[in-house]
Every structure is written in C-alpha cells, then in structure tokens.
C-alpha cells in the first residue's frame, strides 16, 4: 500500500545549523506531498506542499522538492532556530481523497 | 488557532468503558477526518466523513464507530475500551474531499485508559 518512510530517530543540532530530514514514499499512482509540523501540546499544522513533480513548496525558510525520479521529498532549511523546535512528519494524500499518510515523524531538537 | 475544535482535551477512562470525542471543523469545511495518534503506530488515519457521508476507512477498529450531523460536526465513538486504546485522537477537516488540499487538525483529545 502507499506508505511514506522517514529517517529514524530524533535530530539534535545547535542554532544556525542546516537541517535535512529525509522522505521516501512509496505509491501507486502521484501523491501530493506535504510537511506538517507539530509543536509541543499543539495540533499539526501545514508547513509546506507540492502537488505534482518537480514542484518546490517552500515556508519559514523550509523548502522541499517532489521529486519523482527518487520517490523523495526531504525537507531541508539552512539556519535553524530554537523556536523549530518540534515533530515534522512527512505524509502523502491522492487526488481522490484528501486523507493523510503519515511517515513516523522526526524530533527535532535546535540547542542554543 | 486551526479553527477545529476538539473536546474534551483529556480524557481518563477504565477498560470495558465506552466514550465520545468530539470535533468541530472549521466553518464551511464538509470533510472531517479522524487519525490516531500512538507511540507504537504513529499516525494512522481511521475514517473520513465527507457532509454527512462516511468516505473513507481507514485502520478503524469494529469497537470504534462515527458520525457526522447535519450541522458538520462529527463524533467518534470509543467502545470496549482496552489499555491499547490510550492515544491522542486527532480530527481534522478541510474544504473538499480531493487530494492535495491543506488539511487543519484540532489539538487532540488525549484518551487515557486505566
């Protein structure tokens, strides 16, 4: 079935570093692709999508690229801050219906 | 704020009991969506209502069951509840049913059962 795959285990890096946190998914046809983010006690909340390859959805200096060719969708940002501190999880929906597919979801731990 | 409001935040609650979560969507949204939340198995989408409609299933458990009235707001339904249960349940909604559109999730309703 379509599943989406994120690397395991939480990502510690200090302010100002770069951030990458990779995405695989695995379906049938061409999803749409989103981050979502989610902050401590809080609902998620979009951060950013892409509907169709080759596509770029870009937010809060967090950009990612659908790229079809390697089933990718890696949500990267150049200089992270304290306040991004959160779970980002990646996930996929079809355009028959709007429901969500997650991956696991990364912590994301930014130290002063 | 999403817009989506869930009740109540916390819930505690012994096996064999059963309860209601409930969610409003956002004004004017018509698809309402509940997901699960759990260490285990991540999250995992369960049902879908579409105005009134059931949509789409998902990893639903027979014990569990929703609805959604006619004034668009839904009720997910937690029967022979068993400690595995214990989750956060999330609705969200969004305007439309087809694929590609932002959905807005309420903050959960942490289930915890004893």
């Known amino acids: 079935g379509d599943s989406v795959t994120q690397m395991e285990g939480p990502v510690t890096l200090s302010e100002e570093a770069f951030l990458t946190i990779n995405c695989t998914y695995t379906?049938?046809?061409?999803?749409?692709l989103f981050w979502y983010v989610q902050y401590p006690g809080e609902g998620l909340q979009l951060l950013l999508k892409?509907?169709?390859?080759?596509d770029k959805g870009s937010n809060k200096g967090f950009e990612a690229t659908y790229r079809k060719e390697t089933t990718s969708f890696h949500l990267e940002k150049g200089s992270v801050q304290v306040s991004d501190s959160a779970v980002y999880f990646c996930?996929?929906?079809?355009?028959?219906?709007?429901?969500?597919?997650f991956g696991k979801g990364n912590q994301v731990v930014v130290i002063p | 704020d999403s817009g989506v409001t869930q009740t109540p935040k916390h819930l505690i609650t012994a096996t064999g009991q059963r309860v209601t979560l409930r969610c409003s969507p956002r004004?004017?949204?018509?698809?309402v969506y509940w997901y699960q939340q759990s260490l285990d198995q991540g999250l995992q989408f369960l049902i879908q209502?579409?105005?009134?409609?059931?949509?789409a299933k998902g990893n639903i458990l027979e014990r569990f069951s929703a609805q959604q009235f006619p004034d668009l707001h839904s009720e997910l339904n937690l029967s022979s509840l068993e400690l595995g249960d214990s989750a956060l349940y999330f609705c969200?909604?969004?305007?439309?049913?087809?694929?590609?559109?932002?959905?807005?999730f309420g903050q959960g309703t942490r289930l915890t059962v004893v």
């Open positions: 969200a909604s969004s305007s439309e049913d087809r694929g590609g559109m932002e959905a807005f």
């Open positions: 379906a049938t046809g061409y999803p749409s």
């Open positions: 892409a509907t169709k390859a080759d």
């Open positions: 996930a996929l929906s079809f355009y028959g219906n709007n429901r969500l597919a």
């Open positions: 004004s004017g949204d018509l698809s």
């Open positions: 209502y579409y105005n009134g409609e059931e949509r």
